[in-house]
Every structure is written in structure tokens, then in C-alpha cells.
T-cell receptor
Framework: AQSVAQPEDQVNVAEGNPLTVKCTYSVSGNPYLFWYVQYPNRGLQFLLKYITGDNLVKGSYGFEAEFNKSQTSFHLKKPSALVSDSALYFCAVRVHASGGSYIPTFGRGTSLIVHP | GAVVSQHPSRVICKSGTSVKIECRSLDFQATTMFWYRQFPKQSLMLMATSNEGSKATYEQGVEKDKFLINHASLTLSTLTVTSAHPEDSSFYIC?????????????FGSGTRLTVV
């Protein structure tokens, strides 16, 4: 089955330090990978995606992610964390839904906490 | 960019009543909309895929008679939780993509917090 895994329930980082939120994937064929962020009681906001091309993808709010085919990973990174980055982060991969459409299927989410 | 409006953001209802949640694409036509359910501190679980003008496709384990989905126009899909019970309390999120664009344009609504008392 095609899926993504987020091995960490929570990541803690001090403001100003670099952050990494991990994601690994398991798909057949070429993966289409996404990162979304969710603030409390809100829907998901798109951060970035990898479809093809450069392995380093730059997205919103200074985030970036590196696609690593050999390690089947797509870790989310940011050089300098902000307290306002504290939120729930979801990695997603495109899969086929029962209705035949392509949809993102999500990892379990990683809570990022940035300490002042 | 594409915007999806979801309403209401919060609703509290009595057990046994029905609740309707609306999902509207504001500046694009959404041939396909998706409904997700999210439990506290858990991921989003796809409930159903809603296609304009046809019946929704439900994921395994989702009761279609419990969660009625109507996608009567290219800009509106509704989810009705019928005869709601406390176990239906959850966070419901809709998502839409613009017709003809394969998967780039998934846009999410802001979610609806349903509490059944």
C-alpha cells in the first residue's frame, strides 16, 4: 500500500535553531509528495510539493524539503525556526481513492513546538 | 489562489438531530471534493469523494446513510451528519481541486468542529 510515515509525534526546537520534521514514503512508481501545516481548529495549508525536478523544493514561510529517492525520504526543513511555526505538520503522498481520483493520503502528523 | 470556504466553523447539536456542513469553492469550479474526518491529535481520514452530479464514493467503513453527501453544483458540496450521536463529534474538513488539474490544486476548507451533546 502507498503510504507515508512520520516517525516523530513531536519535535521540539528553540527559536532561531534549524528544524527538521521527518517523513518517509512507500509508493510504487514516482512519488508525488506534499507537506501541509495545520494550526489549531483550522484546515490544512499547503506548504510545498515534490512532483519532479530538483530534489530540493522550496515552499511557503521559508520551509523547504529534500526529496531523497535512495532513502525514500522527504524531510521538511527550515534554517531558523520561529515561535509562530509551532503547529501540526502533515506529510502526504498521492494515492488513488476508491472513486478513482487521486488524493493526498496523510501521515499521522508531527507536532512542532518552537520554544522562545 | 484557490479558496475553499467551509461553514459553519463550529456547531453544537443535540443527539439525534442532523447537521449540515457546507463546502464552497469560491473562485474555481470544483468537479471533485473530498471530505475528511480528524480525531484529536490524529491524521485526516478520508471519508468520501464527492463528484459533481453523481453519487459520492465512500471509503470502507464509512456509513453512507449516516454521512450524506450532496455535490449538486460545481461550487458546492454538503455533508449532512444524520441522527448525530456523541461519537460523531469530530473535526470535519473538506478539500477541493479545480477541474482538469490533476493534483496540484488541493485546497482545504478551514474545518468544522462538531460537538454532539
Amino acid at each position: 500500500a502507498q503510504s507515508v510515515a512520520q516517525p516523530e509525534d513531536q519535535v521540539n526546537v528553540a527559536e532561531g535553531n534549524p528544524l527538521t520534521v521527518k517523513c518517509t514514503y512507500s509508493v510504487s512508481g514516482n512519488p508525488y509528495l506534499f507537506w501541509y501545516v495545520q494550526y489549531p481548529n483550522r484546515g490544512l495549508q499547503f506548504l510545498l510539493k515534490y512532483i519532479t525536478g530538483d530534489n530540493l523544493v522550496k515552499g511557503s514561510y521559508g520551509f523547504e524539503a529534500e526529496f531523497n529517492k535512495s532513502q525514500t525520504s522527504f524531510h521538511l526543513k527550515k534554517p531558523s525556526a520561529l515561535v509562530s511555526d509551532s503547529a501540526l505538520y502533515f506529510c502526504a503522498v498521492r494515492v488513488h481513492a476508491s472513486g478513482g481520483s487521486y488524493i493526498p493520503t496523510f501521515g499521522r502528523g508531527t507536532s512542532l513546538i518552537v520554544h522562545p | 489562489g484557490a479558496v475553499v470556504s467551509q461553514h459553519p466553523s463550529r456547531v453544537i447539536c443535540k443527539s439525534g438531530t442532523s447537521v449540515k456542513i457546507e463546502c464552497r469553492s469560491l473562485d474555481f469550479q470544483a468537479t471533485t471534493m473530498f471530505w475528511y474526518r480528524q480525531f484529536p491529535k490524529q491524521s485526516l481520514m478520508l471519508m468520501a469523494t464527492s463528484n459533481e452530479g453523481s453519487k459520492a464514493t465512500y471509503e470502507q467503513g464509512v456509513e453512507k446513510d449516516k454521512f450524506l453527501i450532496n455535490h449538486a453544483s460545481l461550487t458546492l458540496s454538503t455533508l449532512t451528519v444524520t441522527s448525530a450521536h456523541p461519537e460523531d463529534s469530530s473535526f470535519y474538513i473538506c478539500s477541493a481541486r479545480e477541474g482538469g488539474i490533476s493534483l496540484y490544486g488541493y485546497t482545504f476548507g478551514s474545518g468544522t468542529r462538531l460537538t454532539v451533546v
